[in-house]
C-alpha cells in the first residue's frame, strides 16, 4: 500500500486526502486540528479518518506527498519536509500558478511534480468539504508523472500526463486570473452572467494569453469567450479560492493568480493593465 502525506486539509488537500484513503494509507498534515474527513461529492458522502499530524516533528518519510496549501503558505509548509521526505519520496506540488516547480527549492526537480488541478471545492468547517463536481489532474509526461496518475487510479480524479504542461498551466491560469471579479464583486460564478462582468473577465483573460504565449504556451484567442462560458456553465453557487480567501479575511492568492501576469509582462515589455489594477483594488480592499 502506497503511504501518502497531504500537507493542508483544505478544500483541496481533504478531498484528495479523502480520495486517496480509500485504497492508500494517507497521513494529514494539518495546521488546524482536525478530526476526520467528511467530503459531499456530487455523487456521495465520502467519509475518511486519516491518521492527523500536526507536528512537523511527528513526520517520517512516505511514498508520496501531496502539498495543497495556498502558495502564500509555502515556506511554512515546507516545514514538514524534513520528515516527509525520504531518499524516493516524490512531492506533487498541487496547487494553483504557472510556478509550481519553484516553490519547494529544496526538493531536487526529478522529485517535484507540478500539477494543475481543476476540482472546484470549498471546506465550510475544518474536514467538511463539498466538491462541487468530479476534477482533474494534468502532470507532465515522464516516470513522476505516470507515477503520480497511478495513484489517483480508482479515484474520481480523472489524472493524466500531458506532453506540454505549460500550456495546460496557462491555460487554468485564464481561468484564475478571471475569478478576480468574484472576490471584488463577492458574487459566486453566476457574476459572470453580467456582460459587463463578463468583458472584464475576457480583457484579463487576453492579457494572460498574451504573457502565456510569450512564455511558450499555446493558447487560442477563443479562451477567452470560452472563459466566460465554462464560468457560466460552473454551479452558480461555486465560490474560486480567491473569493473564498477573501471573504475569510485570509492572505489572497494575488501574486500567484494575477501578480505573475504582471511580473512575466513587464520581462516581455506586454502591458498587463487589467490585471495590475484589479490585483491593486482588491489588494486595498477591506474584507468583508
Ligand atoms: N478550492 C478550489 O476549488 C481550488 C483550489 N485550487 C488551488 O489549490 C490550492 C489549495 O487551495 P484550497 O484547498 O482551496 O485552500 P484552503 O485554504 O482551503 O486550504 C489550504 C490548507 O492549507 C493549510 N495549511 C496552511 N499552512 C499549513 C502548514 N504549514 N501546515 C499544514 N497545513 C497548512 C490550511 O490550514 P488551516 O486549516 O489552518 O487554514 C488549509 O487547511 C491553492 O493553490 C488553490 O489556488 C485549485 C483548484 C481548485
Ligand atoms: C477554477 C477553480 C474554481 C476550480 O478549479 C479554481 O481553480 C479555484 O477555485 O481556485
Redesign the pocket.
Known amino acids: 500500500m502506497t503511504r501518502v502525506a497531504v500537507?493542508?486539509?483544505?478544500?483541496?488537500?481533504?478531498t484528495l486526502a479523502a480520495w486517496l484513503a480509500q485504497t492508500h494509507e494517507v497521513i494529514v498534515?494539518?495546521?488546524?486540528p482536525?478530526a476526520d474527513l467528511e467530503i459531499e461529492a456530487p455523487e456521495a458522502v465520502i467519509r475518511a479518518t486519516p491518521r492527523i499530524l500536526t507536528d512537523?516533528a511527528a513526520a517520517t518519510p512516505v511514498d508520496w506527498v501531496l502539498t495543497?496549501?495556498?502558495?502564500y503558505?509555502c515556506a511554512?509548509?515546507a516545514?514538514?519536509l524534513p520528515g516527509l521526505m525520504g531518499p524516493g519520496t516524490r512531492l506533487a506540488v498541487?496547487?494553483?500558478?504557472v510556478e509550481q516547480s519553484e516553490r519547494f527549492p529544496t526538493v531536487p526537480a526529478e522529485r517535484t511534480v507540478p500539477v494543475i488541478?481543476?476540482?472546484?471545492?470549498?471546506?465550510t468547517a475544518?474536514g467538511r468539504i463539498v466538491q462541487?463536481r468530479d476534477g482533474t489532474i494534468l502532470v507532465p509526461e515522464g516516470a513522476a508523472g505516470e507515477a503520480l496518475v497511478a495513484l489517483f487510479a480508482g479515484t474520481v480524479i480523472d489524472a493524466q500526463t500531458t506532453p506540454d504542461f505549460a500550456t495546460a498551466a496557462w491555460r487554468k491560469l485564464a481561468i484564475?486570473c478571471s475569478g478576480i471579479v468574484s472576490a471584488i464583486t463577492r458574487r459566486a460564478a453566476e457574476v459572470a452572467n453580467d456582460e459587463g462582468i463578463a468583458e472584464v473577465m475576457r480583457g484579463l483573460v487576453r492579457e494572460c494569453i498574451a504573457v502565456g504565449r510569450a512564455e511558450g504556451a499555446t493558447l487560442p484567442d477563443k479562451l477567452a469567450d470560452q472563459v466566460v462560458e465554462w464560468t457560466r456553465k460552473a454551479h452558480p453557487d461555486s465560490v474560486?479560492?480567491?473569493h473564498?480567501?477573501f471573504v475569510a479575511g485570509?492572505p489572497m492568492?494575488l501574486d500567484?493568480?494575477n501578480g505573475v501576469i504582471v511580473r512575466l509582462g513587464e520581462k516581455h515589455g506586454i502591458a498587463t493593465p487589467l490585471n495590475r489594477a484589479l490585483a491593486a483594488v482588491l489588494g486595498a480592499a477591506v474584507h468583508p
Open positions: 500537507i493542508g486539509a483544505g478544500a483541496i488537500g481533504g498534515c494539518a495546521r488546524t482536525l512537523p495543497t496549501t495556498k502558495t503558505d511554512a509548509a516545514a514538514w498541487i496547487q494553483n500558478g488541478i481543476d476540482l472546484p471545492a470549498e471546506r475544518p462541487r484564475n474560486n479560492s480567491l473564498a480567501d485570509r492568492e500567484a493568480r
